[in-house]
C-alpha cells in the first residue's frame, strides 16, 4: 500500500486535538516552567500528530509503522510530562484524567493501525 490521507484518519484527528488541548493547558503553568516543562511538553505533543502524518506521506506500510512507532514514543513521553505537571500541582485532578483518558485512547489506536499496517 502507498501513501495515505493522514487527514482522513481518526487517529491523526484525536492527535491533533490533544496537542492543541496540551498547548492550551501548559499556557496556564508558571513562568517558571517557560523554558522547562511547556516547551518539552508542547514538542511531544506537537510531534504526534506531526509523526503520524509524515509516515502516512511516505511511500509505504514498513515506513508508516517506523513513523507510528515514533508517534507512540511521544505519546510515552507526553504522559509522562503531564504526570510531572499533575504532580507538581499545575494541573487540577480533572484535567489530568482527561488526558490520561485521551492517551489510553490515542495509544490503542496507534497500537491498532500499526497492526493493521503489518
Known sequence: ???????DLEVWKLAL?????????????PNVEKYALVPQTNRSA???????A???????????????????????????????????????EERYLYFIDKYGVLKKMIINLTKALV
Request: aromatic share 14%; net charge negative.
Open 54 to 92: 509524515e509516515g502516512a506521506g511516505r511511500g509505504g506500510n514498513k515506513e508508516f509503522v517506523n513513523f507510528l512507532h515514533y508517534a507512540l514514543g511521544s505519546l510515552n513521553e507526553l504522559e509522562t510530562q503531564i504526570l510531572i505537571a499533575f504532580k507538581l500541582d499545575y494541573l487540577q
Open 1 to 7: 500500500m502507498g501513501r495515505h490521507r493522514y487527514e
Open 46 to 52: 506537537y510531534s504526534i500528530p506531526s509523526n503520524i
Open 17 to 29: 486535538d490533544l496537542s492543541i488541548q496540551v498547548s492550551f493547558e501548559t499556557r496556564n503553568y
